[in-house]
Structure formats: C-alpha cells, structure tokens
C-alpha cells in the first residue's frame, strides 16, 4: 500500500500483477502481498505504507545451505579470456 504525495490517493496492490495507478497518475504500485514494487517518476512523490516481514522459512533454506559451505550468493563465475 502506498499514498501519493500529490493527489494524497492511497492505491493497493492486492494479488501479484495487480497494478494500480492512484488518480493523477504519479505512482504505481504492483505484486500484492507476493512482493512490493513500485514506481513514479519521482520517487519522493511515494508515501510507503507497507509492512514487510521476513519469511522464517526462505530465512532457514539460506542457514541450512551456508552451514553446508555452500555460497547461497554466486553460483558461478564466467571467465572473460574464454573464446566463443
């Protein structure tokens, strides 16, 4: 959820894809609560409303495989000097 700094509209994603404009048209906001995105062409005209949580599941997935050794990051480098 996010309010506009310049028609003070409050505008709602509610489902992944579910783009909304708020009335003059200033911001936009997408991804409902699967993830939040939004947009302006000025940046300072969004007003953030949303809370955000980690997901202790993703969290875990990310400790089981760095406890492994394993880098949860990077999972490959390409190398410049390889001819194609």
């Known amino acids: 959820m996010a309010q506009c700094r310049k028609c003070k509209d409050v ?3 509610t489902y992944r894809h579910d783009f909304k404009y ?3 048209g200033a911001i ?3 991804g409902g609560h699967d993830y939040i995105k939004r947009g302006a062409k000025d940046l300072n005209d969004i007003v953030e409303l949303s ?3 980690e997901d202790r599941k993703d969290l875990e ?3 089981y495989y760095e ?3 394993r880098d949860f990051g990077v ?3 390409i190398d410049d000097n390889l001819e194609l």
């Open 11 to 13: 505008i709602q994603s």
């Open 22 to 24: 708020c009335k003059c």
């Open 28 to 30: 936009h906001v997408d």
């Open 51 to 53: 809370k955000y949580e």
């Open 61 to 63: 997935t990310i400790e």
């Open 67 to 69: 406890s492994l050794g």
């Open 75 to 77: 999972t490959e480098t």
